[in-house]
Antibody, heavy 118, light 111 residues
């Protein structure tokens, strides 16, 4: 079955960077967009952008442009999201979510809590 | 960016009774293939969201048939024919017609 397994929780200081990984299995990784969505404590869902693992092409929401980088390693079916220049406003749970068979955000990772605190 | 506006933001429900919630988009989500690119997700407490409905009215695999979605212009509705206790959580609509994809604020369903 489809599985998306994310890396563990992170605690970072303001100004630092964080990289979250998302290891996939059970579907064709290179054929489906991988999206990144975050959720601040007690808040709603915010789409950050996506990457097409087959081409490496990316789209970043304007809010995150210049600060986020989405990459992938097709040899191990894993996607990555790196966010730089962290502030306390970046404290959130970060989810990877894959489009599959034309169904957007069909499958989700378990989430990775990133806490930014001095 | 396309704005998605959900209502109500809080929805008290009674098990066994029907429930409905709405999502309005700031522009048409109808693609040339005839489909509306709106999805509905349920986020149960402490869990990631799960896909319920895609393309406005198609249930995702494994989703109970008490859930249904419909569209009328830029208005989209999610209905639960008979609420069950396990249906509590926050329901989000999302438009996937154009980047950036955007979510509604969410409708919190409580018993």
């Amino acid at each position: 079955q489809v599985q998306l397994v994310q890396s563990g929780a992170e605690v970072k200081k303001p100004g630092a960077s964080v990289r979250v990984s998302c290891k996939t299995s059970g579907y064709t990784f290179i054929g489906n967009f991988m999206n990144w969505v975050r959720q601040a404590p007690g808040q709603g869902l915010e789409w950050m952008g996506n990457i097409h693992p087959g081409t490496g092409g990316t789209y970043y929401a304007q809010k995150f442009q210049g600060r986020v980088t989405m990459t992938r390693d097709t040899s191990i079916s894993t996607a990555y999201m790196e966010l730089n220049r962290l502030t306390s406003d970046d404290t959130a749970v970060y989810y990877c979510a894959s489009d599959i068979a034309g169904q957007q955000l069909h499958s989700w990772g378990q989430g990775t809590l990133v806490t930014v605190s001095s | 960016d396309i704005v998605m506006t959900q209502s109500p933001l809080s929805l008290p429900v009674t098990p066994g009774e029907p429930a409905a919630m709405s999502c309005r988009s700031s522009q048409s989500l109808l693609y040339t293939n005839g489909y509306n690119y709106v999805d509905w997700y349920l986020q149960k407490p402490g869990n990631p969201p799960q896909l319920l409905i895609y393309l406005a009215s198609t249930r995702a695999s494994g989703v109970a048939d008490r859930f249904s979605g419909s569209a009328s212009g830029t208005n989209f509705t999610l209905k639960i024919s008979r609420v069950e206790a396990e249906d509590v959580g926050v329901y989000y609509c999302m438009q996937g017609l154009q980047n950036p994809r955007t979510f509604g604020q969410g409708t919190k369903v409580e018993i």
